[in-house]
């Protein structure tokens, strides 16, 4: 039923689109409790994105037409690859054109334009930022794609909505195999997403910031698409290890709107519990310094090579 | 996979926690931590011995389950833990290798391991005959966590762990060996450990320091010697 999957897909993307900043919030909240601060209000992100897109931008001289397009090249990466992941039902429209290996390289593009722009100015925040960011994003890359290799192994493909379909589907079985690869991912994704032992989402103006560090001269709604962005980065992420991890409760029917209906609380659910246990991490463990980071993301990808390896030998 | 009957799987989540916990005491840096992992490594070793002898009805497994319990979780890391104690070293500075080189040696190693045993588990006719390739692997690693340490203090629990591996092998592969080669081993580790804590301090009394480094050279040269530079890690 062609409409029911066009329906499913515009129902992931505004989701996706509209719940981005909500789950950044909500993070931002479970922090503040665990730490014995009075918590923002939940739709500060929200808050923050609609008074940046009322104020007028102020670019820097010298900017190049590339500082002006990139905050809209990084948010429609990032759009498109909220329409790639299944987080909802696994009929998608979009995905026939775009595997995982091609969503791997759609988030290294929103990366290296970031990067780009933040050179562009030729601050020195900005180079620096830019170059710590690349530093990190070479480092997860990797350990990304062997993640989804191990999951693409197991299910035989590299079709995002398939290798969930199929985890989703199947009898339930012990994988240490995905096991290990799970332990891979949180870490690449608390280092993608400029999370604690890698960053702090919070700080600014300080010497060790990584992500913040490429906005500074960002303002107004280009700043807004670029922390939009960062709130869907986040959010695809999470969404990506539902799909890898705990795929059950997606919708896999050809034709089910009360399947897809259910899977909108599930998901819910997940996210709430996801965002708690992240702040949870964020909260327990310290900062590193930015040298130790290799030494971090080397541990993902042994996570993921090993959940390889055993996934080769004892075929689980 | 989903074939496997549930215990089989559980006997594999335990060998590919064993091979987790290997690269774990390859990346530690603390004594402490280090026995700590050897006394984890034990008690997955019993975990999957009872496993394997629920699943298989053997009784001499449950054997060396008890004789898995007694020695391995308890008493060799009691007596590592005292030593320690005693000898008061609790960090191992210096690595041969830095960490991140060691793991991906480790890799390597690991890579090699499993084709090392494809054709033992070819020939092998138990069930569990594919956690042999993860056995040889922890062997090998408890060979680089040997090779990459200074300290004597972090060879024994590398010995230690090599001892594991051994045992885990004998086990998916022939379902255990018989009970005088177990309890021979179990006192030939025993009697190691404890020998070797003794040379520890014998170590320590003529070095003042229980860097192996010192073993190396004969004593006429050691006014040639060179101290070991101060590596940062």
Same mark, same amino acid.
């Given at each position: 039923?062609?409409?029911?999957?066009?329906?499913?897909?515009?129902?992931?993307l505004?989701?996706?689109?509209?719940?981005?900043?909500?789950?950044?919030?909500?993070?931002?909240?479970?922090?503040?409790?665990?730490q014995n601060r009075r918590?923002?209000?939940?739709?500060?992100p929200?808050?923050?994105?609609?008074?940046?897109?009322?104020?007028?931008?102020?670019?820097?001289?010298?900017?190049?037409?590339?500082?002006?397009?990139?905050?809209?090249?990084?948010f429609g990466?990032?759009?498109?690859?909220?329409?790639?992941?299944?987080?909802?039902g696994?009929?998608?429209?979009? =995905?026939i &054109?775009?595997?995982? @290996? $091609?969503?791997?390289?759609?988030?290294?593009?929103?990366?290296?334009?970031? /990067? *780009? #722009?933040?050179?562009?100015?030729?601050?020195?925040?900005?180079s620096?930022?830019?170059?710590?960011?690349?530093?990190?994003?070479?480092?997860a890359?990797?350990?990304?794609?062997?993640?989804?290799?191990v999951?693409?192994?197991?299910?035989? =493909?590299? &079709?995002?909505?398939a @290798? $969930?379909?199929?985890?989703?589907?199947?009898?339930?079985?012990?994988?240490? /195999? *995905? #096991?290990?690869?799970?332990?891979?991912?949180?870490?690449?994704?608390?280092?993608?997403?400029?999370?604690?032992?890698?960053?702090?989402?919070?700080?600014?103006?300080?010497?060790?910031?990584i992500?913040?560090?490429?906005?500074?001269?960002?303002s107004?709604?280009h700043?807004?698409?670029?922390?939009?962005?960062?709130?869907?980065?986040?959010?695809?992420?999470?969404?990506?290890?539902?799909?890898?991890?705990?795929?059950?409760?997606?919708a896999?029917?050809?034709?089910?709107?009360i399947?897809l209906?259910?899977?909108?609380?599930?998901?819910?659910?997940?996210?709430?519990?996801?965002g708690?246990s992240?702040?949870?991490i964020?909260?327990?463990?310290?900062?590193?310094?930015?040298?130790?980071?290799?030494?971090?993301?080397?541990?993902?990808?042994?996570?993921?090579?090993?959940?390889?390896?055993?996934?080769?030998?004892l075929?689980? | 996979?989903?074939?496997?009957?549930?215990?089989?799987?559980?006997?594999?989540?335990?060998?590919?926690?064993?091979?987790?916990?290997?690269?774990?005491?390859?990346?530690?840096?603390?004594?402490?931590t280090?026995?700590?992992?050897?006394?984890?490594?034990?008690?997955?070793?019993?975990?999957?011995t009872?496993?394997?002898?629920?699943?298989?009805?053997?009784?001499h497994?449950?054997?060396?389950?008890?004789?898995?319990?007694?020695l391995?979780?308890?008493?060799?890391?009691?007596?590592?833990?005292?030593?320690?104690?005693?000898?008061?070293v609790?960090?191992?500075?210096?690595?041969?290798?830095?960490?991140s080189?060691?793991?991906?040696?480790?890799?390597?190693?690991?890579?090699?391991a499993?084709?090392?045993?494809?054709?033992?588990?070819?020939?092998?006719?138990?069930?569990?005959?594919?956690?042999?390739g993860?056995?040889?692997a922890?062997?090998?690693?408890?060979?680089v966590?040997?090779?990459?340490?200074?300290?004597?203090?972090?060879?024994v629990?590398?010995?230690?762990?090599?001892?594991?591996?051994?045992?885990f092998?004998?086990m998916?592969?022939?379902?255990?060996?018989?009970?005088?080669?177990e309890?021979?081993?179990a006192?030939?580790v025993?009697?190691?450990?404890?020998?070797?804590?003794i040379?520890?301090?014998?170590?320590?009394?003529?070095f003042?320091?229980?860097?192996?480094?010192?073993?190396?050279?004969?004593?006429?040269?050691?006014?040639?010697?060179?101290?070991?530079?101060?590596?940062?890690?």
């Amino acid at each position: 039923m062609k409409l029911m999957d066009l329906l499913t897909q515009a129902l992931e993307l505004i989701a996706a689109l509209a719940a981005a900043p909500l789950f950044l919030g909500w993070v931002n909240q479970c922090r503040a409790w665990l730490q014995n601060r009075r918590a923002p209000s939940i739709w500060l992100p929200y808050r923050g994105i609609r008074k940046l897109f009322y104020k007028d931008a102020v670019i820097a001289e010298g900017a190049s037409p590339l500082f002006r397009a990139a905050p809209y090249i990084v948010f429609g990466a990032m759009v498109l690859a909220a329409g790639i992941i299944p987080s909802m039902g696994t009929r998608l429209p979009f =995905t026939i &054109a775009a595997d995982a @290996i $091609a969503l791997v390289g759609l988030l290294a593009t929103a990366r290296v334009f970031q /990067s *780009l #722009a933040a050179m562009d100015i030729g601050t020195a925040f900005g180079s620096l930022g830019a170059r710590r960011e690349m530093m990190v994003g070479f480092l997860a890359e990797p350990a990304l794609l062997m993640v989804i290799f191990v999951a693409s192994m197991i299910s035989a =493909t590299t &079709a995002l909505p398939a @290798i $969930a379909e199929n985890l989703a589907t199947q009898q339930l079985a012990l994988y240490p /195999s *995905l #096991a290990f690869t799970a332990v891979a991912f949180m870490l690449v994704l608390l280092a993608e997403n400029a999370r604690i032992p890698i960053d702090n989402p919070a700080t600014h103006l300080e010497l060790t910031m990584i992500h913040e560090a490429m906005l500074l001269e960002y303002s107004a709604r280009h700043l807004a698409l670029m922390e939009w962005a960062a709130a869907l980065k986040l959010f695809n992420y999470a969404c990506i290890g539902f799909a890898l991890f705990v795929p059950w409760g997606i919708a896999t029917g050809a034709d089910s709107p009360i399947t897809l209906l259910a899977s909108i609380p599930l998901l819910a659910a997940k996210l709430a519990v996801t965002g708690a246990s992240l702040a949870c991490i964020e909260t327990m463990s310290a900062k590193l310094r930015v040298f130790r980071a290799p030494e971090f993301l080397a541990s993902a990808f042994l996570f993921a090579v090993l959940g390889l390896l055993v996934h080769l030998l004892l075929g689980a | 996979m989903t074939g496997t009957p549930f215990d089989l799987q559980l006997l594999n989540l335990c060998a590919a926690l064993l091979l987790l916990l290997s690269f774990a005491m390859l990346a530690q840096r603390r004594i402490v931590t280090l026995v700590n992992l050897l006394a984890v490594q034990g008690s997955l070793l019993l975990v999957a011995t009872l496993l394997l002898a629920w699943r298989t009805g053997e009784r001499h497994l449950y054997l060396s389950a008890a004789l898995t319990l007694a020695l391995k979780v308890v008493l060799l890391p009691w007596m590592l833990h005292r030593l320690i104690r005693r000898l008061q070293v609790y960090w191992d500075t210096e690595p041969l290798l830095n960490i991140s080189g060691t793991m991906l040696v480790g890799l390597v190693v690991v890579v090699f391991a499993f084709g090392l045993a494809q054709p033992i588990a070819a020939l092998a006719s138990t069930a569990t005959r594919n956690a042999i390739g993860i056995a040889v692997a922890v062997i090998l690693l408890s060979f680089v966590t040997m090779i990459t340490r200074r300290k004597a203090m972090s060879q024994v629990v590398g010995f230690l762990s090599m001892e594991n591996g051994l045992f885990f092998g004998a086990m998916s592969a022939t379902y255990g060996m018989p009970m005088i080669v177990e309890f021979g081993v179990a006192l030939d580790v025993l009697v190691a450990v404890l020998v070797l804590g003794i040379f520890f301090f014998q170590i320590r009394e003529q070095f003042d320091s229980l860097d192996l480094h010192h073993l190396e050279s004969l004593n006429e040269y050691q006014s040639r010697r060179s101290t070991p530079a101060q590596k940062e890690t």
